[in-house]
């Protein structure tokens, strides 16, 4: 048996041109552009040991008359081609326009002229159940011009005129083949691209890393969605375009499933799959039916709302045209495929029998996060980054790792302590790592811009800050009545020293449209920890200045990123002795969360005790005021907070107990 196959390299076609070697004498040719030679090795391999025997590749282009098989190649294939399968199209949604009526129309045209010039004894043309467009109702195999009116997408109608061509053209008997939305292979899971229900597995996945699989959600109910393993569009297609049945010819043939299930029953089959939570209640998107177009049009025509919409559908990587096929209206009728199918074993799986293959597959292979740079080489490659207060405890640990990496144009750090920026020079050079150093006070108006100048003119500008640089102060209000002093330097530091150099470095960012500002924040501004008022009102000054600045360059591509890091073993606390008992982070640990910022770049790094702290302020404030009296209480102030000498150290029994359930949190 003779056959040509056009899209033999695509998802289907591979699969198909495999299962015809396994007829015996059979012969393949296959179209292969020119460029694509390359390719002919691999596909080979995956056909098996004989194919360089039996595949024969011609050289084409589907965009080109005859699909631009050389006259002599014609002539040689006149009269030997049983099967020709025409398989080679655009098979996705979100195409231009153009893209669909070159591969799928003229594509189609040029096939035919082909299949007719060579004398192919039977043409088969994959179509798909795009043909039906969006005709509300059952549609069947023998229906086709019905759909006329309901061909509202540039997929839907190019499907159907390449299909109406063949019907009109081909001089010998054809075969169509409808197939429906096409999954990965029921036994391995593979598949070659993002199409139909992988859209959502994006947001799938976000559940699952946000919620515990036993917490019931909010999902949306809508039409049935057709779906279908590749194995079986091939299983099927092989075997009903070898029957011999001639009744068979000039027919349709629908490869779906006989009994779809709506996109909520679906979502759940995958979202079991992946461990995520369950849509428990799902809400049918036909409610939302009784809103006027009008107003729906209005409303998403709305600058505020129409960025909100892209950004998350951006994030998520939904096209936008996906979302119209939620309330999908067609039913699809495959009693001739089952026909035809009747006393083999070709039947479409059960989708809750496969899944866990399919979402496994993606996970490994196709979740576009996996092609994206997360490693801190890739992220800081060609950039000045620069880390105030980075010649001791955290900054300098991250000033290390970041220069470890070894891509950076520049790894920059500044401190106001002469002997410390020679400590980190030498400890960089005993690393075998190039950090520059400045000295430089943020506190200084004066100096704080020379500095900045200073970047501009030997580094040209920053790419990232890390507002690094601190000052804290653990003392009761009842021991700071005479100690106003104690506020003013906290915010000279923490707040005003943090914007005087953001804002110095701004509009570089600005201008070059690029930027990444990292704030290093405070759990206690989520705990509102006591003896820390100075502190924490500073840093909360500064969070909510990050909050209103990264509203407004959201769009010139610079990031925001607030920490709130929890207790770190740094120089800054240590004159408080009593937390040389109490659990905290080393300023290796601190340095990672600053790493992931830059790698990630969310709007916030904080512990999940940091968080249900900011949610018990919020939902209980009484009880938020106890706890943390009560750790008030506990504790005490230090000798050296109350301006006396030789401080007791040894934390009780209760206060190592609550120190470590409260792991990190200022006491």
Known sequence: MTYFVTGASGFIGKRLVRKLLARKNSTVYFLIRAESKKKVDKLLAFWGEDAAKRCIPV??????????????????????????????????????????????????????????????????????????GNYEGVFREDMFD?????????????????????????????????????????????????????????????????????????????????????????????????????????????????????????????????????MTMRINAALFGFIPQSVMKGMMALPPVRRIKNAVMKDLGIPDDVLGFINYPVRFDCRDT????????????????????????????????????????????????????????????TALKIAEAGSAKAVIVCGRDQEKIDETLKLAKKRGVKIVAYSADVSDEVGCAEFAKKLHENHGGVDILVNNAGRSIRRALEHSYDRFHDFERTMQVNYFGALRITMALLPHMSAQKRGHVINISSIGVLTNAPRFSAYVASKAALDAWTRCASSEYSDRGISFTTINMPLVKTPMIAPTKIYNNVPTLEPDEAADMIIRAIVYKPVRIATRLGVFGQVLHAFAPRIAQIVMNTSFRMFGDSDAAKGKKNEVVGPSADQLALSNLMRGIHF
């Open 59 to 132: 050289v084409g282009d589907l965009a080109k008359p005859f699909l631009g098989v050389h006259p002599n190649d014609r002539a040689k294939l006149k009269g030997k081609i049983k099967h020709f399968f025409h398989l080679a199209a655009v098979y996705d949604m979100t195409a231009s326009a153009e893209d669909n009526h070159t591969a799928n129309v003229l594509g189609t045209e040029h096939a035919v002229a082909l299949a007719n010039e060579i004398k192919a004894g039977l043409f088969h043309h994959m179509s798909s159940i795009a043909v039906a």
């Open 146 to 278: 019905e759909a006329k009116d309901y061909l509202d997408h540039p997929y839907m109608q190019t499907k159907h005129e390449s299909e109406a061509y063949v019907r009109e053209h081909c001089t010998m008997p054809w075969r169509a083949y409808r197939p429906a939305i096409v999954l990965g292979d029921s036994k391995t899971g593979e598949i070659d691209k993002i199409d139909g229900p992988y859209y959502f597995f994006k947001l799938l996945q976000r559940m699952r890393s946000m919620l515990p699989p036993w917490m019931p959600t909010i999902g949306i109910e809508g039409g049935r969605v057709n779906m279908v393993p590749v194995d079986f569009v091939v299983d099927a297609t092989d075997h009903i375009a070898h029957s011999a049945d001639k009744t068979l010819n000039k027919r349709a043939f629908h490869l779906t499933d006989p009994a779809p299930l709506r996109i909520g029953d679906s979502l759940n089959i995958f979202a079991r799959a992946a461990h995520a939570p369950q």
């Open 338 to 397: 089952l026909k035809a199918l009747e006393g083999t074993k070709i039947a479409v799986p059960e989708l809750d029998t496969y899944a866990a293959r399919l979402w496994d597959y993606w996970e490994r292979n196709l979740d576009p996060d996996l092609f994206i740079d997360r490693t801190l080489k890739g992220q800081v490659e060609g950039k000045v980054i620069l880390i105030t207060g980075g010649t001791s405890g955290i900054g300098q640990a």
